[in-house]
């Protein structure tokens, strides 16, 4: 049956209207649900209070999680032992987090310029035949606050073998502008580990020398 002209184009505008409205609140449903799913990916942490740990892997903030699965960092199972350290310096927010791949382990370090997508930073180092590298598995890393320094021990069950320890300072990227944290390496100490005795004393391998004032870049 066919309908008069003055009633089928009401009728189609109606029609068009109805579906033009359920588009746009399918659109504002999903949006919110986005945005949901959003706040649901990140947790506040409060760096204000300063520097503090944890060690229950249910108290990790989702952020943290997120990026230390995706950097392959298994954290769980020393939690207890490594507890994750969240420290404020120079500025700059940061999280130790102590990974295992298979016997090795690491601290890896996270940097929260971006408070809601931590990103794993690379730390610089020398390597054995000379040159400097940069790596994210620097080794077993504790934070001086005292001393404004960082240091990080390869850590080993072997013996005879040596341990390094590398001390880091944050600092200024020599005139460059950068968000990232500025990781300097200072120092580096070699020493020992025989079998059945106490490692040895650390001997300094390298020192970095300060830099003239002709030569600061600013």
Known sequence: MRLPSFIRSPLLTA????????????ENGSGGDAQQDARQKYDSISFAKGDFQISD?????????LAAEQARCGYKADIK??????????NRRLALV??????????????????????LVE???IAENGGFGVTPWPGLMTWKRDAGVFEAVTISDTCPNSELRRTYRLGSTGGLVSSAPSFAVVRVEVREKPCGRNSTEWTTMWEASPWPASATVR
């Open 98 to 119: 102590f990974c295992r791949l298979g016997v090795l382990g690491s601290h890896y370090v996270f940097d929260f310029a971006d408070f809601r997508r931590p990103k």
């Open 81 to 90: 032992e490594f507890p994750v350290h969240f420290i404020s310096a120079a």
């Open 123 to 125: 730390l610089p180092f």
């Open 15 to 26: 029609i068009f209207l109805c579906a033009s409205i359920a588009a746009t609140c399918a």
């Open 57 to 65: 892997p249910a108290l990790v903030p989702q952020q943290l999680a």
